[in-house]
């Protein structure tokens, strides 16, 4: 009547003790449970159509959004009505998966409320029920039925068009692990089963807590071997509620206290009991004595995941090669037409792995401890090919072990055995990061943060699989260098009428018109790094962000991983299922793309570093930490940024990029051989020869903060209070410089007063001056840079302030502006020219720098195909 149960005396042993049996009581139990299981089906059906219907319709939206055919096509796929149409559908698809997702979700959190009752006899029937009537006909077959009917065509569906049409082989040795092109690529393929099986196991291991449960789903998933599930293995048992305690006493069963963090124990694989100690094994096993416990499934799991590190044969001898860990694997190195697969399976592998220590991972995933018996093979079977032996079409729950089992393990080449790790390792590395997208014939990067942080997850406690890894990123990174560096030329060709002109420029970009090829391709790569666009209006750069204090300031860092969460899933699938091309009608959209692929370069650059450091000392830095609220700077330094800090940003880990592309794209270094003479910006107070070059005369406005720099008082006028200055405009190499004519010379030589680099510049003719009726006309000077101080004579527009992040502070651009007055309009005009001019050469220069440092960057050059037939 108080609501107060906590408080209240515990009931006698013998009434807890009848409760109990009377809960647990298997007929009571299926009374109980089947309506969730029966729910969940249902919901696994509406689910299903839901997707095969975005199916549908994100192939249409795709099949438009591909075409190439010219101004035909551009104008019809920018039909305001088809576009409108599209919009509804997807509206209404996403709110019916979205109400399905939400079903799905309350039954799964009454299933784990009924696990939190904690009576662990209780919690093992459900567990058996579980896996037999949801988790292996809904959650495992369909992933295999789907690599049934498409099985591996040995990389004949690769697209050689990608930039990644090479496959990542993690091993020489066992290059017979395809990880990219894995599955046949036919007209139409039925994933909607498949996609939300990944679904339905990632909502599982989000929502659901109970420790046995998910170790035994992580085992039938991931393990290198599966059970035999046969009769064989049948255990019939009463109910055990009560056990004996260490003191003697009698006790009720009940599960130990549920932690938050899954993780705390390091190498916890304890499991049910599920009969073992007082039933009947085997088929034979009595059904005539009354209301039993029947265990199939469940204790065959438990054995595999108990007995993995003994590599006993007789362990070997009772399982098959896991034919569920290979159709998973092969989704995740899926691309081309079902690609959503992927995003589907990176998503059930992160909830998977995400819940467990890193050992418990790595022992799960490698096969840890896993013994190779070659040496009991007979003769004429040692060199039978491991895939041949193990096929696809395996019968999955109803397979057998046979002789697969202990061939399976039998070297792949003389003088090693099979590498779990191999096979693990490449398909995460493909995940990260792929091109399958494309908007009018031209590749779209994607980094997936989410399989990043699965991969982390998977090699975190694996010296050997940190090497391998840290091999395939490095790769995966030289591949989307040779890309991005021929994205200009890419880009250039695109069928869109109005990607020439002002697009080659940008709107506050120099009006000259490019001498040939090269300065036009240069500038494009600038403004693909340095122009802001898209929704956030931010450049590439602005997309860093560096850490706020500490000797690592000038380090510049990018989210390199999220752990993913349940609140994920349903704008992923609709992100990646009925995906909405650019605004084709906006001629910038094609830009917006490069800039995607740009950030996703960095973004890759930015976990290459991380791994092949993590690499170099076994993982030291990532020891008893989590995946998530930690930077990592060039220098070594580990930052922990737990706090009170938005969701997404504290599900993220941190990363530097390269020091040698922060040098050339933030600081702007010129590392070009033909500007060997360049000296870097002139300082102010040094003496620059006006002989010989073109030098505009000119005044400005001196602001009091920069009288100091001038000495020659007789070139300074004050008028109506303020103060102007005469002075010579001249250029240095790719810098501008203004100075003041030198005191007591004989006017050949000029004292600098400020000086600055012609790439950040922006310049515009003053039209509202035209009709003021003086001669004189303006024009007016921008500077633009991520450094809060600008250039002597420089005005900032607004009061430097940083953009908080968090603990990091983004880098952002600052804007300070100047006017030059000259004498008439033809002053003005003729400097204008040349000014404009040399900003295009200048900003061409500087994007044709990172084009060719993306370009060093490719170590593998050669193994790339040429991209031009995108």
């Keep these: 009547p108080d609501g107060v149960l906590h408080n209240a005396e515990p009931l006698p042993l013998r009434e807890r003790l009848a ?18 299981f029966t729910k969940l089906a249902q919901l696994w059906g509406i689910i299903e159509e839901a997707l095969r219907e975005m199916d549908s319709t994100g192939s249409g939206m795709r099949a438009s959004g591909s075409s190439t055919n010219g101004e035909d096509d551009f104008r019809s796929a920018s039909s305001k009505a088809g576009k409108a149409k599209k919009e509804v559908r997807k509206r209404r698809l996403t709110a019916s998966l979205n109400d399905a997702v939400a079903n799905l979700q309350d039954e799964l959190l009454l299933l784990e409320d009924v696990f939190k009752v904690g009576l662990t006899s209780l919690n093992e029937q459900i567990i058996e029920m579980m896996l037999a009537t949801f988790v292996y006909p809904l959650l495992l077959q369909p992933l295999l039925l789907f690599m049934q009917r498409f099985p591996s065509m040995s990389g004949s569906g690769r697209d050689l068009n990608s930039p990644f049409s090479d496959p990542l082989i993690a091993d020489e040795q066992h290059s017979d692990f395809l990880t990219e092109g894995e599955l046949e690529r036919t007209e139409h393929h039925d994933t909607a089963p498949a996609k ?36 064989e293995t049948m255990i019939r048992a009463k109910p055990d509620v009560a056990c004996s305690g ?43 004595a009354g209301d039993q416990c029947v ?40 691309a081309g037409d079902i690609a959503g697969l992927r995003n589907l399976s990176v998503l059930a592998m992160d909830a998977a792995l995400s819940r467990f220590d890193g050992k418990f991972v790595c022992d799960m995933l490698f096969g840890t401890g896993m013994k190779s018996f070659s040496n009991d093979i007979p003769m004429d079977e040692r060199r ?21 089992s202990r061939r399976s393990l039998q070297p792949a080449s003389p003088g090693g055995v099979q590498n779990f790790v191999a096979e693990v390792v490449a398909s995460l590395c493909v995940g990260v990061v792929n091109a399958t997208s494309q908007w009018k014939g031209v590749r779209v990067l994607e980094y997936d943060k989410i399989a990043a942080h699965a991969l982390l997850c998977a090699i975190r406690d694996n010296p050997r699989a940190l090497q391998m890894a840290a091999k395939l990123i490095e790769r995966r990174r030289s591949q989307t260098a040779s890309f991005m560096s021929q994205l200009p030329s890419l880009i250039d060709k695109t069928p869109v009428t109005r990607l020439s002109g002002e697009f080659r420029g940008g709107p506050s970009a120099p009006k000259s018109i490019p001498e040939d090829d090269e300065q036009r391709l240069g500038l494009l790569m600038n403004r693909i790094f340095y122009e802001r666009h898209g929704k956030d209006n931010a450049s590439v750069i602005e997309g860093l962000v560096r850490t706020r204090t500490g000797p690592d300031m000038d380090n510049r860092l990018i989210a390199i991983s999220q752990e993913s969460s349940f609140d994920d899933m349903s704008p992923r699938i609709c992100n990646s299922e009925m995906k909405s091309d650019p605004d084709v009608s906006d001629e910038l959209a094609s830009l917006e793309i490069a800039q995607t692929c740009a950030a996703s370069h960095l973004h890759l650059d930015a976990l290459c570093n991380l791994i092949q450091d993590l690499a170099a000392t076994n993982g030291n830095a990532l020891k008893n930490k989590k995946l998530t609220e930690y930077a990592f700077t060039n220098s070594g330094q580990v930052i922990n940024f737990t706090g009170s800090y938005e969701k997404e940003l504290r599900r993220s880990l941190y990363a530097s990029i390269s020091q040698s592309i922060v040098t050339t794209i933030v600081e702007e270094h010129d590392v070009d051989s033909s500007h060997h003479r360049d000296k870097g910006l002139p300082e102010a107070g040094s003496v620059v020869g006006l002989v010989g070059r073109t030098a505009f005369p000119c005044v400005c406005e001196v602001p009091a903060a920069n009288a100091k720099l001038f000495t020659d008082d007789a070139a300074c006028v004050v008028a109506e209070g303020v103060k102007w200055q005469s002075l010579y405009l001249v250029f240095l190499g790719r810098y501008m410089v203004l100075a003041e004519p030198e005191k007591g010379g004989s006017g050949g030589n000029g004292r600098i007063i400020t000086a600055c680099s012609l ?4 310049v515009e003719k003053d039209v509202q001056n035209e009709d003021s009726g003086s001669p004189a006309r303006r024009l007016l000077l921008s500077h633009d840079w991520y450094e809060k101080m600008p250039p002597s004579l420089f005005l900032l527009e607004e009061k430097p302030c940083d953009k908080i992040l968090g603990p990091f502070a983004c880098v952002q651009s ?27 050469k200048s900003r061409s220069r500087r994007g044709n720098r990172i084009r060719e440092k993306l370009s060093d960057d490719d170590i593998y050059s050669g193994l790339v195909p040429d991209n031009n037939a995108f």
């Excluded at 196991?201 to 059970?227: E, I, K």
Aim: charged share 20%; glycine share 6%.
């Design 19 to 36: 409760i109990a049996q009377h809960v647990c009581a298997p007929s009571r139990v299926e009374g109980l449970i089947s309506p969730i």
């Design 196 to 231: 939300t099986a990944f679904l339905t196991l990632a909502s599982v291991f989000h929502l659901v807590t109970n420790r046995p449960l998910l170790r035994l789903l992580l085992t039938a998933l991931f393990h290198p071997m599966a059970p035999e599930a046969s009769g």
């Design 246 to 288: 260490p003191d003697g006493k009698l006790y009720v069963r009940v599960d130990e206290p549920t932690v938050s963090n899954l993780t705390s124990t390091t190498d916890d694989k304890s499991m049910y009991l599920f009969g073992k100690v007082t039933g009947q094994r085997g088929a034979a096993a009595s059904s005539s």
């Design 295 to 334: 265990f199939v499934l469940s204790p065959v799991l438990a054995d595999v995941l108990e007995n993995q590190a003994s590599g006993s044969a007789s362990f070997i001898a009772r399982t098959r090669p896991n034919p569920y860990r290979r159709s998973i694997l092969a989704c995740l190195a899926e």
């Design 384 to 404: 039978l090919d491991t895939k041949r032996v193990h096929k696809m079409h395996d019968r999955g729950m109803g397979g057998r072990a046979s002789v697969q």
């Design 759 to 762: 790439s950040k510049l922006n």
């Design 814 to 840: 600052y804007r300070s502006c100047m006017d030059l007055w000259f004498e008439d309009e033809n002053a003005a005009d003729r400097a204008y020219k040349i000014i404009d001019t040399k900003l295009t």
